[in-house]
């Protein structure tokens, strides 16, 4: 059984920098399969932010991508997002989700990712 968890603050100062974890088990995240980070504001559709493939390559969300950063530990089986210069249109759900590979801020959706996270709260105030 597959199943992603994140982890990380739930509370974040604007301008500040703040990373999420996402444990992966019940499979690797070094198999054929793409690990994403989306994130649903209030009142917002999910905002995909990016991704990293089997092979450790990413792609980005260019409205994201100055301030966006998405690496992997395969020791840990995890995948981490970074986000910087935060400011209160960041607080949002951020959830990893496992999806196919080849996506793209233009051809993503939802269904296309068959294993969420339940999701981790960030709110970004002083």
């Known amino acids: 059984q597959v199943q992603l968890r994140e982890s990380g603050p739930g509370l974040v100062k604007p301008s500040q920098t703040f990373s999420l974890t996402c444990v992966v088990s019940?499979?690797?995240?070094?198999?054929?399969?793409?690990w994403s980070w989306i994130r649903q504001s209030p009142g917002k559709g999910l905002e995909w932010m990016g991704v990293?493939?089997?092979?450790?390559?990413?792609k980005y969300n260019p409205s994201l991508k100055s301030r966006t950063s998405i690496s992997r530990d395969t020791s840990k089986n995890q995948i981490t997002l970074k986000l910087s210069s935060v400011d209160p249109e960041d607080a949002a759900v951020y959830y990893c989700?496992?999806?196919?590979?080849?996506?793209?801020?233009?051809?993503?959706?939802?269904?296309?990712?068959?294993?969420w996270g339940q999701g981790i709260q960030v709110t970004v105030s002083s």
């Open positions: 989700a496992r999806g196919p590979l080849r996506v793209t801020v233009d051809n993503w959706s939802p269904v296309r990712y068959d294993r």
């Open positions: 019940g499979d690797s995240i070094t198999s054929y399969y793409a």
């Open positions: 990293i493939a089997y092979d450790g390559s990413t």
